[in-house]
T-cell receptor, first 111, second 115 residues
Framework: GEDVEQSLFLSVREGDSSVINCTYT??????LYWYKQEPGAGLQLLTY?????DMKQDQRLTVLLNKKDKHLSLRIADTQTGDSAIYFC???????????FGTGTKLQVIP | EAEVAQSPRYKITEKSQAVAFWCDPI?????LYWYRQILGQGPELLVQ????????DSQLPKDRFSAERLKGVDSTLKIQPAELGDSAMYLC?????????????FGPGTRLLVL
């Protein structure tokens, strides 16, 4: 079955880059996503990458995909205090194209 | 900008009581999802609808949970009877497909506390 893992916590200083990592197990993934969740709120889609790509850049966000190692990362350049949130990676895979979420990484940005 | 609506935002109930959550997806979105998010974890899919039909309910505890989307628009998720372990955030999402890419949009969630 699908399994998506993330480290639980990351702390960075304002202005530095943040890198959030994710590993997944299902090699039939079609899409991989990054979502942001602020306290008490639903999930907001930040970006996604097709499984046949290895990199995608969207303003301050850079997604890197290593399909061989089943490793996904999200880099946030010039991290701001407003970036403090929980970040979830998710993969879409399987017959029903079900989306499986990781456990989330809490990003703390120190002013 | 269109949003997924959910109500109530918060619900406190006693165990063995019945609770119901409502979701109104973005207009025109045929696919609707209910997720459960336990504190400190990622969302877990409970049920997926395509229009009024259930596509996947393999993770729905059917002895106490039910979901319906009678007219293929809004949806209700019910728990009867509620148990202490049901305390969680219940998220609804709807999706559209644009240029072959499906994007899920999430509502604000209903936070359930069972006492």
């Amino acid at each position: 079955g699908e399994d998506v893992e993330q480290s639980l916590f990351l702390s960075v200083r304002e202005g530095d880059s943040s890198v959030i990592n994710c590993t997944y197990t299902d090699s039939s993934s079609t899409y991989l996503y990054w979502y942001k969740q602020e306290p008490g709120a639903g999930l907001q889609l930040l970006t996604y990458i097709f499984s046949n790509m290895d990199m995608k850049q969207d303003q301050r966000l850079t997604v890197l995909l290593n399909k061989k190692d089943k490793h996904l990362s999200l880099r946030i350049a010039d991290t701001q205090t407003g970036d403090s949130a929980i970040y979830f990676c998710a993969e879409k895979a399987g017959g029903y194209q079900k989306v499986t979420f990781g456990t989330g990484t809490k990003l703390q940005v120190i002013p | 900008e269109a949003e997924v609506a959910q109500s109530p935002r918060y619900k406190i109930t006693e165990k063995s009581q019945a609770v119901a959550f409502w979701c109104d997806p973005i207009s025109g979105h045929a696919t609707l999802y209910w997720y459960r998010q336990i504190l400190g974890q990622g969302p877990e899919l409970l049920v997926q609808f395509q229009d009024e039909s259930v596509v996947d309910d393999s993770q729905l505890p059917k002895d106490r949970f039910s979901a319906e989307r009678l007219k293929g628009v809004d949806s209700t998720l019910k728990i009867q009877p509620a148990e202490l372990g049901d305390s969680a955030m219940y998220l609804c999402a709807s999706s559209s497909t644009l240029r072959g890419m499906e994007t899920q949009y999430f509502g604000p969630g209903t936070r359930l506390l069972v006492l």
